[in-house]
């Protein structure tokens, strides 16, 4: 788990709050991602970015807003959630966005509750 | 379009017999696949992945899959499961736009 690590790892929020999730990997990677996980569901990407720009938005809602300053670094800034949005966050990174062998690593996921 | 679909949700094995995690996928086009494994509260981790050469790939932790373009499968075994192999499974495609098409997931139990 080292190559990709996010924090905090565990989040309890009201949905009034502000909060940001971190991820960051240490792999040379260009391409970076964030996953929603919910129980019984497969994986949902929500952002790609690939060199720091984003290249994938899937129809997220705009209380969830992703930042990449750079390539190492990804944020995810988090504002007036609902309960619905507790889930697993999964960050990940790869080699290149494109191509077709190049897998992706993930980082240990940060579990997230809103009440 | 691209789907990928995991045959069984839960497996259960006794320790010391063959594991198979049954993948098929659909694609108009020669895919890359994967299998990742998570373990309760933790990240995806790469088990193995097919590119296009071998079609035997073998894994870590004396995981194995063959792709058959025929059957268009890409099942997942081991000959001997271990109490630590108790996980989900995820068998994975890769979409030409540069997504991944995640499979629904196999929970996999193993029994003393």
């Known amino acids: 788990e080292t190559g990709v690590t996010q924090t905090p790892r565990h989040l309890v929020m009201g949905m009034t709050n502000k909060k940001s999730l971190k991820c960051e990997q240490h792999?040379?990677?260009?391409?970076m991602y964030w996953y929603k996980q919910s129980a019984k569901k497969p994986l949902e990407l929500m952002f790609v970015y690939s060199l720091e720009e984003r290249v994938e938005n899937n129809s997220v809602p705009s209380r969830f807003s992703p930042e990449c300053p750079n390539s190492s670094h990804l944020f995810l800034h988090l504002h007036t959630l609902q309960p619905e949005d507790s889930a697993l966050y999964l960050c990940?990174?790869?080699?290149?966005?494109?191509?077709?062998?190049?897998?992706?690593?993930f980082g240990p996921g940060t579990r997230l509750t809103v009440t | 379009a691209q789907s990928v679909t995991q045959l069984d949700s839960h497996v259960s094995v006794s320790e010391g017999t063959p594991v198979l995690l049954r993948c098929n996928y659909s694609s108009s086009y020669s895919p890359s696949l994967f299998w990742y494994v998570q373990h309760p509260n933790k990240g995806l981790q790469l088990l193995l992945k097919y590119t296009s050469a071998a079609t035997l790939v073998k894994g870590i932790n004396g995981f194995e899959a063959e792709f058959k373009k025929s059957e268009t499968s890409f099942h997942l075994t081991k000959p001997s499961a271990h109490m630590s192999d108790a996980a989900e499974y995820f068998c994975?495609?890769?979409?030409?736009?540069?997504?991944?098409?995640f499979g629904q997931g196999t929970e996999l139990s193993v029994k003393p």
């Open positions: 994975v495609s890769y979409n030409q736009g540069g997504k991944l098409i």
């Open positions: 990940a990174s790869s080699l290149s966005y494109s191509h077709r062998s190049y897998e992706q690593y």
């Open positions: 792999l040379g990677h260009n391409a």
